[in-house]
Each structure stands twice: as structure tokens, then as C-alpha cells.
């Protein structure tokens, strides 16, 4: 037990070392992102150890349960390269600009709009695909009209890691939880509706007070935002895969199929279409699709099944089994919410997920349905606290640096604690108010 600990708590510490000085590394022409590296060190360790074996890694990962980390991989991917898909098209492009022309110039109401257009396609892709889709246009944006950026980059990383509570496909820590305890669906949707509502208003309010004289500053814009979509029957069939997926995901009880099933089908025949598009209707090779598939988050395969082993090796020597015990002596909701949040931070939502999935399976059944909604909430909501809450806090200030937009660490951290903090409070109170 005292080796696996020492490993798993050498790993987690290389593993933010990685995060925040080294977050990658180049190899020829090419780099290389480093956490998913540390992750199966840490993992080959643990092996080289005799702390797991192969078989039992193997027994684990083809499983037919529902924690099954093979199948949520599957499911999180597909839906992910389905936005991308619609990424590369230029779909998310074309609606922030729509967003713009109807701000008409005026700062508050270009606050607002970009907020809604975030929120609203957060909740039906994946944050970290419009975190990353968003990021870039608003650094242009702001740096044409000469306005502070960071009023509207806080919004919209606080939107998209807010909002993504609302549905399972939202978030993978969502797809993790709800998959791990066969969570439906809408049963999901029904308990997380109104702390993600209430949670994002108060959290759109504390960002109002925070940036209001900012936003009262003039705006100057020196070049004319017009875009067209170039592909528009393609984007038109992508976007109703993505919708209808959706739609069978609402339902996936009550058809008797599994939503990683139905994520994959959509997955592969939208990219089948792209590919027959690009090939018969463009007479061209496939570069649309070539670069969806290499934008997609691959790297979160070894890291994600590297956690998982490492939970694997805690959840043996009975390591969870005491952490679920202290765990269990609080308030289901406040103690799991609170504890996410932070642990979060620590480790990252990703493997903090993976951990609490087996933490949650001691807890008292009367209790375990309230403790896992509010790990959701800490999950999602944790990620704004400091940058290593998510991998797309990371990827995000990767993406400002590039771009000569200035936040440091610490202010990073001041904005995310002046947000966070009542925001956590507030959704969790109102999960209280449910259970």
C-alpha cells in the first residue's frame, strides 16, 4: 500500500510539474504534449512494481460493465469529432460572427451575446471543443476593435465549464460519472437543469461586476466581420448527425442501446459523408477531414486509461475504501462537492473523476445519488478555480500566450476564486434543495 501511494502522489506531482512548466515537448518538427506522458510513466511504474499486472489491467478495461473506460472513451471521441468536424467547417466561426453584427458594436451587448452563443453550444458539443474554437477568435477580435480581451475570454472559459453541467456529452467527467452508476440520460438532465441554471446566472452577474468598466469603454473596429460558410450542404449534414445523435443519446434507455454505440454510428458515417463530400462533390483529398481527425483529442486515450490503472491500484490495497470512509462523515453534497472542487485542482478533473467513480461505490445508497451529482458539480466548476482544474484551462492559456494576451497564474486564480467560490456554493445549495 505505502508503494502505491508513494508512486500515485510522485506521479500527481510530475504531473502538475508537466502542466505548469513543461505542458510539451518537441521532437523534431513536431510536439508533443507532456501530462499524458507523465501518466503512463506513472502507470509503467506501478507495473515495473508488481502493484498491478498486465492481466488484471487487461480484466479491467474489457469489462462489459458500464465504468468500462474502453466505451467512454468512445463515447467522449465521437461526439468530440463531431464538433470538430463542424469546427473545421467553420460553423462555431460563422455563429460568433452572427453574434457580433447583432451586438452592433456595443460592448455589454457583445458580452452578453457571446456568453449565450457559448453557453448554448457548450451544452449540446463539448466545452473544450468551443473553449478552443472561441479562444482564438476572440484574441483577434479584440485586438481589431482595441479592447481589453480578457472580459471576454473569463466569460467565455466561466460559460463553457459552467453550462457544461447541464447534459452528459457536455463534459467527460459527466460521461464518466453518469456512465460508471448507468445514469440515463434525461434522468441526468432532470437533476442537473436547475443547478446549472441557477449556478450560470450567478456566475454571469459576478462577471458583470467584475468587468462593468471595462465594458462600458468604447469599441473601435478597423476591419469588417463578414464570414460565409464555403461547405454549407456538408455542414448542414453534420450538423443534423450531431442533432439527432443527441436526440437518440435523450433516449438511449428507453431503445435499449448504449450511448457509446450510438455516439460511434453517427461518429463514423458523418466522417464517412465528410470523406464522400471532399472526394465526389470538392474532387479533392480529404484535407477537411485529415484535420479533424488530427485536431481530436487523442492524447487523452493513454492518459485517461493511465488514471484509470492508477485508481485500479488504489481501489486494491483499500486506499479508496479509507478516503470514501472520511468522505462519507460529511454532508453528501457539500463533502463530494467541496472535496471535487478542490481535488481538482490537485490532480486534475480528469483523473479526479476517474478516482471518485470508485470512491462513490461505498457510499451509503440513500446518499451515493446526491454525492455523485455534486462530484459533477465540483468536476466542472472546479475546472475555473486555478488552470489545472482541466486540460482545457491549460490548452487555454497555451492559446493567450500565443496570442500576447497577458494572465498570469495568480490572476488567474484571483478571477477564478472572486467566480468560482459563490458559484460552486450556490449550485450545490440548490442540489441540496432536490435530494
Not at 90 to 104: D, Q, T, V
Amino acid at each position: 500500500m505505502t508503494a502505491t501511494l508513494v508512486i500515485s502522489i510522485f506521479t500527481t506531482i510530475c504531473l502538475i510539474g508537466a502542466i505548469v512548466f513543461v505542458p510539451e515537448i518537441r521532437i523534431g518538427k513536431r510536439s508533443y504534449e507532456t501530462f499524458w506522458m507523465v501518466a503512463v510513466l506513472g502507470m509503467a511504474m506501478l507495473l515495473i512494481f508488481g502493484k498491478v499486472t498486465f492481466p488484471e489491467i487487461l480484466a479491467n478495461i474489457t469489462a462489459s460493465n458500464s465504468i468500462n473506460p474502453l466505451k467512454i472513451l468512445v463515447l467522449f471521441l465521437s461526439m468530440t469529432v463531431l464538433s470538430v468536424i463542424l469546427d473545421e467547417l467553420g460553423f462555431f466561426r460563422k455563429l460568433a460572427y452572427l453574434a457580433l453584427k447583432k451586438a452592433n458594436g456595443k460592448q455589454l451587448r457583445i458580452f452578453l451575446y457571446l456568453y449565450i452563443t457559448v453557453s448554448i453550444l457548450t451544452i449540446f458539443t463539448s466545452n473544450d471543443i468551443i473553449i478552443l474554437t472561441f479562444t482564438p477568435f476572440i484574441c483577434y477580435f479584440s485586438k481589431n476593435a482595441k479592447i481589453n480581451p480578457l472580459p471576454y475570454l473569463i466569460s467565455e472559459f466561466v460559460a463553457a465549464n459552467t453550462w457544461s453541467m447541464m447534459l452528459v456529452i457536455g463534459n467527460p467527467t459527466n460521461i464518466y460519472l453518469a456512465s460508471a452508476y448507468e445514469i440515463h440520460f434525461l434522468t441526468y438532465f432532470q437533476v442537473m437543469f436547475f443547478p446549472t441554471v441557477i449556478s450560470s446566472l450567478v456566475a454571469f452577474g459576478l462577471l458583470l461586476l467584475l468587468f462593468r468598466k471595462e465594458l462600458t469603454k468604447q469599441i473601435i473596429i478597423t476591419e469588417s466581420y463578414e464570414y460565409e460558410l464555403k461547405d454549407k450542404p456538408i455542414v448542414g449534414i453534420i450538423l443534423a448527425h450531431l442533432i439527432i445523435c443527441t436526440i437518440l443519446l435523450a433516449v438511449s434507455s428507453y431503445i435499449g442501446l448504449e450511448m457509446w454505440y450510438i455516439c460511434l454510428s453517427f461518429c463514423l458515417s458523418a466522417l464517412l459523408w465528410l470523406g464522400g463530400y471532399e472526394l465526389l462533390k470538392k474532387r479533392q483529398k480529404p484535407l477537411i477531414l485529415k484535420a479533424s481527425l488530427k485536431k481530436s483529442p487523442w492524447s487523452l486515450v493513454p492518459f485517461i486509461l493511465s488514471m484509470f490503472v492508477f485508481v485500479m491500484a488504489l481501489n486494491k490495497f483499500g486506499i479508496t475504501a479509507i478516503i470514501s470512509r472520511d468522505l462519507s462523515a460529511l454532508n453528501p453534497v457539500f463533502g463530494f462537492g467541496l472535496s471535487s472542487f478542490l481535488t481538482a485542482n490537485i490532480i486534475n478533473n480528469i483523473p479526479m473523476t476517474i478516482l471518485y467513480s470508485n470512491i462513490l461505490e461505498t457510499v451509503v445508497p440513500v446518499f451515493q445519488m446526491p454525492a455523485i451529482y455534486a462530484s459533477v458539480i465540483g468536476s466542472n466548476i472546479g475546472a475555473y478555480l486555478t488552470p489545472i482544474g482541466a486540460l482545457a484551462g491549460i490548452m487555454w492559456m497555451q492559446i493567450l500566450k500565443k496570442q500576447g494576451v497577458k494572465l498570469s497564474f495568480p490572476k488567474f486564480i484571483e478571477y477564478g476564486m472572486l467566480i468560482s467560490v459563490p458559484t460552486i456554493l450556490v449550485a450545490l445549495l440548490t442540489l441540496l434543495m432536490e435530494f
